[in-house]
C-alpha cells in the first residue's frame, strides 16, 4: 500500500512501480497485490500518467489506483479500512518532514517499509515496525534543500522478505508500531507542546 498527495511528484510513485516490477518480474513474487491511494490533480503538478506507467511495467493485473477528490480525501473510517486491509505500507517519498501516513499505517498495526533519508528512516528506526531500504542517490531541488531516491531493488527485496515473514516477526513489527503510534496522540504531543512553551516563558533569574 502506498498513500499520500503526489505534488511536486514527492512521492515518487514511478519508483514504487519499479521496485513493485522488480518484485513481481525479477524476484518471482506474483502472489502480491499494489494499492496506491493518492489525488490525481493536475493542480499538483503530478508528472505520472499512471495507465501509461502501469502499461511500461506491465503491472495492469497488479496495481490498482484509488483517486480521491481534491481537498476531501476518504474520512477517517474510510482510511482505516484501507489500511487495515494492507500487510505492508511502503513509502518512495523523496524526502519527508515527518510522514503521517507512516504513523497512521502503524496506529493501524501495518508494518513500513520506508527509504532510510529524513524523517521516514528516523520513524523506522525509533519504532522498529519495519525495514529501512537504501538511497540509491540524493540531489537538491528549489523546494527541498536535499532529497533523495530510493534504490529500488532494494526496496523490492525488503518488500520480499515482509512478504516472506513469519508470523511471530509480523506482529512484532505491529506491535511496535501501534506503541509507537500511541506515543504521537495529538493530545500527547500538543501537551508537550504546551509544557515546553511554558518551560522557555518562564523568567530567567540573574
Given at each position: 500500500?502506498?498513500?499520500?498527495?503526489?505534488?511536486?511528484?514527492?512521492?515518487?510513485?514511478l519508483?514504487?512501480?519499479?521496485?513493485?516490477?522488480y518484485?513481481?518480474?525479477?524476484?518471482?513474487?506474483?502472489d502480491?497485490?499494489?494499492n496506491?491511494?493518492?489525488?490525481?490533480?493536475?493542480?499538483?503538478?503530478?508528472?505520472?500518467?499512471?495507465?501509461q506507467?502501469?502499461?511500461?511495467?506491465?503491472?495492469?493485473?497488479?496495481?490498482?489506483?484509488i483517486?480521491?477528490?481534491?481537498?476531501?480525501?476518504?474520512?477517517?473510517?474510510?482510511?482505516?479500512?484501507?489500511?487495515n486491509?494492507?500487510?505492508?505500507?511502503?513509502?518512495?517519498?523523496?524526502?519527508e518532514?515527518?510522514?503521517?501516513?507512516?504513523?497512521?499505517?502503524?496506529?493501524?498495526?501495518?508494518?513500513?517499509?520506508t527509504?532510510?533519508?529524513?524523517?521516514?528512516?528516523?520513524?523506522?528506526?525509533?519504532?522498529?515496525?519495519?525495514?529501512?531500504?537504501?538511497?540509491?542517490?540524493?540531489?537538491?531541488?528549489?523546494?527541498?534543500?536535499?532529497?533523495?531516491?530510493?534504490?529500488?531493488?532494494?526496496?523490492?527485496?525488503?518488500m520480499?522478505?515482509?512478504?516472506?515473514?513469519?508470523?511471530?516477526?509480523?506482529?512484532?513489527?505491529?506491535?511496535?508500531?501501534?506503541?509507537?503510534?500511541?506515543?504521537?496522540?495529538?493530545?500527547?504531543i500538543?501537551?508537550?507542546?504546551v509544557?515546553?512553551?511554558?518551560?522557555?516563558?518562564?523568567?530567567?533569574l540573574?
Amino acid at each position: 500500500l502506498g498513500v499520500g498527495c503526489n505534488k511536486q511528484d514527492q512521492k515518487n510513485w514511478l519508483g514504487l512501480l519499479k521496485a513493485f516490477q522488480y518484485l513481481v518480474y525479477e524476484l518471482g513474487v506474483t502472489d502480491v497485490r499494489l494499492n496506491i491511494v493518492t489525488e490525481l490533480n493536475p493542480q499538483f503538478h503530478d508528472k505520472l500518467d499512471f495507465a501509461q506507467a502501469l502499461s511500461q511495467t506491465n503491472l495492469k493485473e497488479y496495481v490498482n489506483i484509488i483517486p480521491y477528490i481534491q481537498d476531501m480525501g476518504f474520512s477517517e473510517e474510510q482510511m482505516a479500512i484501507i489500511y487495515n486491509n494492507a500487510d505492508c505500507f511502503v513509502s518512495t517519498s523523496y524526502g519527508e518532514s515527518f510522514g503521517l501516513p507512516i504513523l497512521e499505517a502503524m496506529s493501524c498495526g501495518v508494518p513500513v517499509i520506508t527509504p532510510d533519508f529524513s524523517a521516514t528512516g528516523e520513524l523506522v528506526e525509533r519504532s522498529k515496525a519495519g525495514f529501512k531500504a537504501k538511497i540509491g542517490a540524493k540531489f537538491s531541488s528549489n523546494i527541498i534543500s536535499e532529497r533523495a531516491i530510493v534504490d529500488y531493488v532494494d526496496l523490492a527485496e525488503k518488500m520480499k522478505l515482509m512478504v516472506e515473514m513469519n508470523k511471530e516477526d509480523r506482529e512484532k513489527f505491529s506491535e511496535n508500531g501501534i506503541k509507537f503510534a500511541k506515543e504521537h496522540d495529538w493530545k500527547i504531543i500538543m501537551q508537550k507542546w504546551v509544557d515546553y512553551v511554558k518551560e522557555v516563558s518562564k523568567p530567567k533569574l540573574d
